[in-house]
């Protein structure tokens, strides 16, 4: 079997020859490829032939790859928009234009190069009203040839996916309001939080529309970054299980299987992956990273897929190959064969070559473990 068969397969929960292994270390390539610290062993891979170097398998089609991302959101023409740059390129100030005001965000260039939001555009109940306009007149599109273009990338290396824009909620407090804004205004003024909130959710209608007709990708993500301090279990059933159900649903009745990004503390929520309608669970973290252990993820999770599951921070060195592979092993045996073994949530950009070489052991490891059964089961 490919790779891409492979991953496939174990969404579908037929037999695989081993282990499945899909690490992310997209950012990790690309930082060092800016920066000009490519180790010399990797001198002149492409991204593609790194993972090969590592027996892995690819995942996302956009993330950090110069692949476009195969969504795109369209603002009608009565939204006027505008953009200003620092002269040095540092700074980028975005205004949205509404008939009861403006909407205007921030952003800053880190040491990095990236750029990272620094002022969100929506601060009070007046603000919500103004982006409840605005989504009113957002809607977006599903352009198939741009994932192909993707897919073409990975090839077999993977069945190439990418996260649908996040769950109403999750937009809120993550890309457009405070966190603390966001619960001050759930407490203030509901009503209004929910008006924008439902905006949001009808302006993806016609995308979920266009993936369930498309049929592809396979494997969609529900890129959420979900973690117990965001929401409160009676926001998380109010706002989120109601989204979930009624997307995946649409995507599941269309052959698509689907997974949620969960990539921070959850320990005092895990007991919602079952209630969660996804088939795979990704990036949650384990100890000694996270707040949860592995014995707990299994008692929680059912018989969904694992995607993940290796802390990122024993990677570095300050981790022993022995305490790595000591988890990797544990992991396998709980969880396997509805696993598809990855890093919570990526391999990180600062740990060198010894992080890529670790990566490699573990690929290679799992080219000989496995063959359709947990560990447990043999």
């Known amino acids: 079997?490919?790779?891409?068969?492979?991953?496939?397969?174990?969404?579908?929960?037929?037999?695989?020859?081993?282990?499945?292994?899909?690490?992310?270390?997209?950012?990790?390539?690309?930082?060092?490829?800016?920066?000009?610290?490519?180790?010399?062993?990797?001198?002149?891979?492409?991204?593609?032939?790194?993972?090969?170097?590592?027996?892995?398998?690819?995942?996302?089609?956009?993330?950090?790859?110069?692949?476009?991302?195969?969504?795109?959101?369209?603002?009608?023409?009565?939204?006027?928009?505008?953009?200003?740059?620092?002269?040095?390129?540092?700074?980028?100030?975005?205004?949205?234009?509404?008939?009861?005001?403006?909407?205007?965000?921030?952003?800053?260039?880190?040491?990095?190069?990236?750029?990272?939001?620094?002022?969100?555009?929506?601060?009070?109940?007046?603000?919500?009203?103004k982006l409840t306009w605005l989504f009113r007149r957002i809607t977006w599109k599903y352009d198939k040839t741009k994932w192909q273009q993707g897919q073409t990338m990975i090839g077999d290396r993977g069945e190439g996916h990418f996260w649908v824009p996040k769950s109403p909620y999750q937009a809120l407090a993550q890309q457009w309001m405070k966190l603390e804004n966001l619960i001050y205004a759930l407490a203030d003024c509901p009503g209004v939080v929910e008006d924008a909130m439902k905006a949001i959710d009808e302006s993806y209608d016609s995308l979920y529309d266009q993936l369930a007709a498309a049929r592809q990708p396979r494997i969609l993500n529900f890129g959420e970054n979900i973690h117990e301090q965001l929401c409160s279990p009676q926001y998380f059933e109010e706002y989120f299980l109601p989204f979930y159900g009624r997307r995946c649903g649409q995507l599941h009745a269309a052959g698509i299987f689907t997974h949620v990004h969960i990539d921070g503390y959850f320990n005092h929520m895990l007991k919602y992956l079952r209630l969660m309608p996804h088939h795979g669970i990704e990036a949650l973290t384990p100890i000694p990273q996270g707040d949860m252990t592995l014995d707990a993820i299994r008692e929680h999770i059912g018989d969904k897929i694992a995607l993940d599951l290796i802390p990122a921070v024993l990677f570095l060195d300050t981790y022993s190959r022995d305490e790595l592979m000591a988890c990797v092993e544990k992991i396998v045996g709980l969880f396997y064969p509805r696993l598809i073994l990855g890093v919570s949530d990526e391999v990180p950009e600062g740990c060198g070559e010894e992080g890529i070489e670790r990566v490699k052991m573990i690929g290679e490891w799992c080219l000989t473990h496995g063959s359709g059964k947990s560990e447990t089961q043999k």
Request: charged share 30%.
């Open 1 to 129: 079997m490919t790779l891409r068969e492979m991953n496939v397969a174990v969404f579908e929960g037929r037999p695989i020859p081993h282990v499945f292994f899909q690490p992310r270390f997209e950012p990790w390539y690309a930082w060092h490829r800016d920066h000009r610290v490519m180790p010399a062993r990797y001198a002149g891979m492409s991204l593609p032939q790194l993972y090969d170097y590592c027996h892995a398998s690819m995942r996302t089609v956009n993330y950090y790859t110069g692949c476009p991302y195969p969504i795109e959101r369209i603002v009608a023409p009565e939204v006027k928009v505008h953009e200003h740059w620092s002269g040095d390129r540092t700074e980028l100030t975005i205004r949205y234009e509404t008939p009861v005001g403006d909407l205007v965000e921030r952003h800053e260039r880190t040491i990095d190069g990236p750029m990272r939001e620094v002022e969100f555009p929506v601060k009070d109940a007046d603000d919500l009203r």
